[in-house]
């Protein structure tokens, strides 16, 4: 009889796991002063999320340790809800600066320390991470997922999820830039707009020695940094999008593609 009471017991334990809070939205650089620097976080879910244990850290790209930090604890988040940590106008609470990059912005849930300045990267507890800037950093991409890039921000646009939400926890892939939206809905966007982020096809990874590049867009030229982010290749004519690699060791290399429309992306490939 015990068993069967504690059935109901059971199912009243209301299972939360759907819940999410993610980087929704960034604008590190605006045209002259940065003086509308934000970033959005969003909840995906149909409930009242609290911050709590939730703290922003923001990591510099030249030491890879954090350079500021934002303990989130006190607030909550409306079902379907934003918060905007910056100095646009606003803003739930302000930021002090957020780097133009190569840098990254990293969500953290009940991780055992605070992240004062200079703290180490680490991947224990992290929610979300965007990483961002002109050159490849291979240490920040590990906020990420495999295979995801890092984004790049212009003066003119924010970098956001195309739409609220979408494509998940530590992807970069699901965000494009277009005029900035702080605590308010990416798909209220209506300009046209100029995905930042473009997914390349590598054929194949891992490679063994030619790199095949497939791309909806004019690749201008492409470039193979090495695991220390020293630029080792570089192909200036690469509009058949081929790269040759002989001779270089086997190894996890970072492969930065550069389009004729001036955007760039790039990509973790390995030789083997
Ligand atoms: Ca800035
Ligand atoms: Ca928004």
Redesign the pocket.
């Known amino acids: 009889m015990k068993k069967l009471l504690l059935l109901p017991l059971c199912l009243l334990i209301v299972n939360h796991s759907n819940a999410q809070i993610l980087i929704?939205?960034i604008d590190p650089d605006q045209t002259g002063s940065d003086v509308a620097e934000f970033i959005?976080l969003?909840n995906s879910s149909a409930s009242s999320i609290s911050l709590d244990g939730y703290e922003l850290v923001l990591y510099n790209g030249s030491d890879n340790a954090s350079y500021a930090n934002y303990p989130l604890d006190i607030y909550s988040i409306e079902a379907n809800g934003?918060f905007v940590i910056g100095n646009v106008a606003g803003a739930d609470i302000s930021l002090s600066s957020l780097q133009n990059g190569t840098d990254a912005i990293a969500l953290y849930k009940d991780h055992p320390n605070s992240f004062t300045n200079d703290t180490p990267l680490t991947l224990d507890n992290l929610v979300d991470a965007v990483v961002y800037g002109n050159s490849p950093n291979e240490v920040l991409l590990t906020l990420l997922n495999a295979d995801e890039v890092q984004l790049i921000d212009d003066t003119e646009t924010?970098l956001?999820r195309d739409t609220?939400g979408a494509g998940g926890a530590r992807n970069t892939s699901a965000f494009v830039s277009r005029t900035?939206?702080?605590?308010?809905?990416?798909s209220?966007a209506t300009n046209s707009y100029t995905p930042k982020t473009e997914k390349i096809k590598v054929i194949p990874n891992p490679f063994y020695n030619d790199i095949r590049i497939e791309s909806s867009r004019k690749i201008k030229a492409i470039h193979l940094f090495n695991a220390a982010c020293n630029q080792i290749l570089k192909n200036n004519n690469s509009i058949d999008g081929y790269i040759e690699t002989t001779g270089l060791k086997a190894g996890l290399y970072i492969l930065q593609v550069d389009f004729f429309d001036g955007n760039t992306t790039t990509q973790k490939v390995i030789k083997k």
Request: overall charge negative; glycine content about 6%; charged content about 20%.
């Open positions: 929704n939205e959005e969003y934003y924010s956001q609220d900035p939206t702080p605590g308010a809905s990416n209220t």
